[in-house]
């Protein structure tokens, strides 16, 4: 296949404006494809490269060689490329990467170069993002889509699961199934005003603390241990702690889900930031374990001895993880078999009160007969904070004033739409810290794709928590919503421009 017929077929999705005319494109494509291509090509039309990282951003497409007059370029070739521009390192790495660049685009005609720039900068505007192109691989085949998402998420990438079902068809989906040491991406919650909105939803379920710190998963098989992020990066050489606590685990095969915080002398939870940088150094882990040691603590089991639990509800899942883990290991709860009985109901409240007063975030309300929903934000899962956050993207930055200037500081912020483009809701500059500024202008100068007199716009790669006080409707942006008061909480480098917050969760926060 030619990297022209994506091409194409990428500006045939844009303009389609129906849900079910976008998946019917993608679904015609993928039939076309070799199998040994789909993985490529799924990836590409969800807005993404495989290699991830290449050490190529915008910069090094501002300026493009003429393009080819036809197109040749195949998939295998335009893949092979970036795998070796991903490649170059050391000294003169990027001049060497911008010339290995240079040539793949001059073999490109104009609409292909368009093609490869939006999709270097995690720009493609297609709408044909994880959720189109799972529904576009599933008509293709003939298969259920929500068994084709449960693969995908199971199977490690959607590139995979596309290969396995374009060669033996729907019944390569049997082949995806939980398996330790492969991590999947982890459930997430929806969110609630107060604790007892969430028990009224859920009914029977337990009150867990929720914890500000990193999202970790622990894979046990044997002597072998592996410790996984929430962005499903391997970090187990930087947190022996976690690492430790799983071969010492009454279990010889395991997957845990859990956080990994710190805390001061009194108990207090040291700051995120504390924790994230501990976990982000690659160097001297010993002594960085002895200066901020990290506590793990674990609130969930996905796989015990040979048996899958995702599809176990809560209840046994915690048993589970109760004979494997002493109390200590594990999340502060108190379980709520019936809301409506008054005492029950007021020693959750005090429960999420009391988590609150030692410093946590706030509780997590997770129904009883709940399966894990693994990459998916389940609404069995309630999470209730004191103060409304939000994890959005940021757009572009306006340049400062006063004892600002010269630095990027005003933020626009977006959410995400349905279609994986993204909607301003506002501007913030509160809550920025000088070395949070320092860093905030350096970052957005290296994203910014275009350079105004007021600042810049910018890729949309960076999430950054923001807490605001609530929600309001305006006619200044283009969702008909904003927030009010909005502050910089903290940038989430664990987190991905497709895992911010959506417009729908925005809008449900409206008062009714």
């Not at 993928?30 to 799924?42: K, Q």
């Not at 889900?257 to 501990?278: C, H, M, N, T, Y």
Request: net charge neutral.
């Amino acid at each position: 296949m030619l990297l022209a017929d994506i091409a194409r077929t990428s500006a045939r999705i844009a303009r389609a404006t129906g849900r079910n005319d976008k998946v019917a494109l993608l679904a015609e494509l993928f039939r076309r494809a070799e199998p040994s291509e789909v993985p490529v090509v799924v990836t590409y039309l969800a807005g993404r490269l495989p290699q991830r990282r290449t050490g190529v951003g915008w910069r090094s497409v501002r300026e493009l060689p003429p393009a080819a007059d036809e197109p040749a370029l195949s998939i295998a070739e335009v893949d092979a490329a970036f795998a070796r521009i991903a490649e170059v390192s050391g000294k003169g790495a990027q001049a060497e990467r911008k010339r290995q660049l240079d040539v793949l685009m001059a073999a490109a005609t104009e609409e292909e170069q368009w093609f490869l720039v939006r999709l270097i900068g995690g720009e493609l505007r297609q709408g044909a993002l994880d959720a189109f192109a799972v529904e576009g691989l599933a008509a293709a085949v003939a298969a259920d889509p929500g068994e084709v998402r449960r693969a995908v998420m199971l199977g490690g990438s959607l590139g995979s699961v596309a290969q396995a079902l374009l060669a033996q068809g729907p019944d390569a989906l049997a082949l995806f199934q939980l398996q330790v040491g492969r991590p999947v991406l982890p459930m997430l919650a929806h969110t609630a005003k107060d604790v007892d909105e969430a028990l009224d939803k859920l009914g029977p379920c337990a009150v867990e603390e929720k914890l500000d710190g990193i999202r970790v998963q622990v894979h046990k098989d044997g002597d072998q241990v592996r410790v996984y992020t929430r962005t499903l990066d391997e970090i187990t050489d930087r947190l022996p702690e976690a690492a430790e606590i799983a071969r010492r685990a009454d279990a010889a095969q395991l997957v845990l889900d859990g956080e990994v915080i710190a805390l001061k002398e009194d108990g207090w939870p040291r700051p995120f930031q504390e924790v994230s940088g501990r976990v982000a150094s690659r160097l001297d882990v010993a002594g960085a374990s002895s200066e901020l040691p990290l506590h793990p603590v674990f609130f969930d089991v996905l796989y015990l001895d040979g048996e899958d639990l995702l599809d176990r509800p809560f209840v046994e899942r915690h048993a589970a993880l109760a004979r494997v883990l002493p109390d200590k290991l594990r999340v502060r709860r108190v379980p709520v078999p019936d809301p409506a009985d008054g005492p029950t109901r007021v020693a959750a409240r005090e429960f999420a009160e009391e988590v609150l007063a030692r410093g946590h975030e706030g509780v997590v309300v997770k129904a009883l007969d709940s399966r894990y929903s693994a990459g998916r934000r389940g609404a069995s899962w309630l999470k209730v904070k004191p103060v409304h956050t939000l994890d959005l993207v940021v757009l572009g930055a306006e340049w400062g004033h006063g004892r600002r200037a010269g630095k990027l500081s005003n933020l626009h912020l977006g959410a995400r739409r349905e279609d994986g483009t993204f909607a301003m809701l506002g501007k913030t500059f509160k809550g920025l810290t000088d070395v949070l500024l320092a860093w905030q202008t350096e970052r957005l100068r290296e994203l910014a794709v275009e350079e105004k007199s007021w600042g810049v716009v910018v890729a949309p790669e960076l999430v950054v928590e923001i807490a605001f006080d609530g929600v309001q409707r305006s006619t200044r942006y283009p969702e008909g919503v904003t927030l009010r008061f909005a502050r910089v909480v903290r940038y989430r480098d664990d987190k991905r421009a497709q895992e911010a917050d959506t417009v729908a969760a925005v809008t449900a926060l409206l008062p009714q």
